[in-house]
Structures are given as C-alpha cells and as structure tokens.
C-alpha cells in the first residue's frame, strides 16, 4: 500500500485549497489541502486518511476510491491509477469501477434530486448529498442487493408486489453480470454471500436473466415523513455503471420534502462528516 500512500499525499499537496472552498488565510505548513480538509471533502474520517496516506490501512473501498478521487479532482487516468493501486483493477472479466468526468458532470445537473452510482454488482459507488439526506448513511459500504436481502439498514417501504417485483428484477440483473464479468473476484464472493441467504438463493436457482428495472418505492424519513419516489436506471455504454435518479411521484407532495431535505437534510449530513473528521 506503500505507492496508494504516496499517491494521495502528492496529489494531497499539489490541489489548490481556494480551489475547494478553503481559504488562504493564516500560515500553512504544507503546499496544498490539509488531510482534515481532504478528509471532509471525501466524506471519510480524518484518523482514516492519515492511516492510507502511512500504508497502514485495509484496502479502500470503491467508495471510498471514488470519493477521494472526486475530492483530489483526479482525471480519469489518475482516478484509474488509483483503483489499480487499490486493487479494483479494470481488466477483462473484472467489474469496471471508474467514474469518469462525463458522469460527474451529469450529476451535478441532478443535484435537485437523489441520485447514486453503482458498479454492475450494485455496490454504491457515489451518491449525491440528496441522496444521502433521503436514504441515510449506513457506516458500511453499501450493496444494494446484502442490504435487500441481509434486512440491513434501510429507510425504504414498498408494498409486497413491489418488493417481490424488485427482488426478481436485482437478482436477475446480477445473473446478467456474472456472465459479463466471470473472472471477477469480488463478484464472486458477493455471490457467495448472497446464497446464504434464503430468499436470494431461491430466485438465484432460477436463473432468470434481465436487466434491472424502474421501481416505486417510499422513503420513511424521520424529519420530514414519508417520500414517495419513482426511480429511473441509466446504464453507462462500455462501464455498466448504473446511475440511479429519484423522482418524486406526482401529487404525493415528495418534491417540497425533497426540497426541504436539500436545506435541513444536507446541513446535518454536513456536521456528521465534520464530527467524524475529527
């Protein structure tokens, strides 16, 4: 992990902070972000990055790469350089993990809605701050299909028909994967997981093979009630991301509580982070 630590202290050093947000103000001691700025933009805990950046820490996450390269404001070579360098190489037969710039530029035009990334196992890559009001914050990387199914940490309620239609749908989708991708490790032991579990490993047995689609579901949110959402699945040619977008349905009232979430909702994601920077 030596070269990651020496990559992130470089890249560290060399970002601007006027840049990001971070005045010039007083001394400072080093020529770029300080890791507790660098640390606060990506979302992670300070005691975190300094243990990457001294060779000390587990392998990070795709999240975890994702949000520090959006934070480093790395091209997409460098974010590539990155993933290798944590071991999510892209490969044939490997899952491709990358976010490139075009797809960030994309969701910046969706901040008014929750929008997420995911790679084409459904392990969350990026979400938006809105995203991360509605939904929650789980403190373990996410997938979509161990927190369906592993009854993990979820605010989402949907009728019996949706959830069954969704379920098929998710299991189906990865069926698709696993042969898109058969030399990928990480897939493997994600599918391995899963058959632990009852109700995947009944649809998994029947091999249904599909493309994951829309869904209805309601966010229980606790300050602000319940949001009704539509959601809509935009695949990304080559890189089978899948970015997810949130739409409130029509005369539920869910776009004024989408707005206030923007206010109230993003400010306490905010002073969570800067807790656990510290």
């Known amino acids: 992990m030596e070269q990651l630590a020496e990559a992130l202290r ?24 300080r890791r507790q700025e660098l ?14 950046e001294q060779g000390r820490a587990a392998t990070p996450s795709p999240q975890v790469c994702s949000a520090l390269a959006r934070a480093l404001q790395l091209s997409d070579p460098e974010q590539e350089h990155l993933m290798r360098l944590a071991g999510h190489a892209a490969a044939p037969g490997r899952v491709p993990r990358l976010i490139p710039h075009s797809v960030h530029r994309i969701l910046e035009q969706l901040s008014a809605n929750p929008t997420a990334v995911y790679d ?16 929650g914050v789980p403190d373990a990387p ?8 592993g009854d993990g940490f979820s605010r989402v309620r949907q009728s019996p028909q949706l959830q069954d239609q969704f379920e098929e749908s998710i299991v189906a989708d990865l069926r698709a994967t696993s042969s898109r ?3 990928d490790p990480g897939l493997h ?10 109700r995947f490993a009944g649809l998994w047995r029947r091999r249904d093979v599909a493309d994951h689609q829309a869904s209805s579901k309601t966010v ?4 602000v009630g319940d949001i009704a959402l539509d959601s809509s699945i935009l695949t990304t040619q080559g890189s089978n991301l899948r970015i997810v977008v ?18 109230i909702g993003t400010q306490n994601l905010t002073a969570r982070r800067s807790r656990s920077s510290g």
């Open 189 to 198: 032991d994600l599918i391995g997981q899963l058959l632990l579990l009852p």
């Open 246 to 263: 949130y739409t409130p349905q029509p005369g539920t009232g869910a776009r004024s509580k989408l707005d206030l979430l923007m206010t």
């Open 39 to 52: 640390a606060q933009l990506a979302g992670i805990s300070a005691d975190y990055l300094v243990q990457l």
């Open 10 to 33: 470089a890249w560290r050093d060399r970002l601007d902070p006027e840049s990001v947000g971070f005045p010039q103000a007083g001394q400072r001691r080093v020529p770029g972000l």
């Open 220 to 223: 229980e949110h606790p300050q």
């Open 181 to 183: 991708y058969p030399d």
């Open 120 to 135: 084409a196992t459904w392990t969350l890559l990026h979400s938006n701050p809105l995203f991360a009001a509605a939904f």
């Open 142 to 149: 996410q997938n979509a299909l161990l927190q369906q199914f």
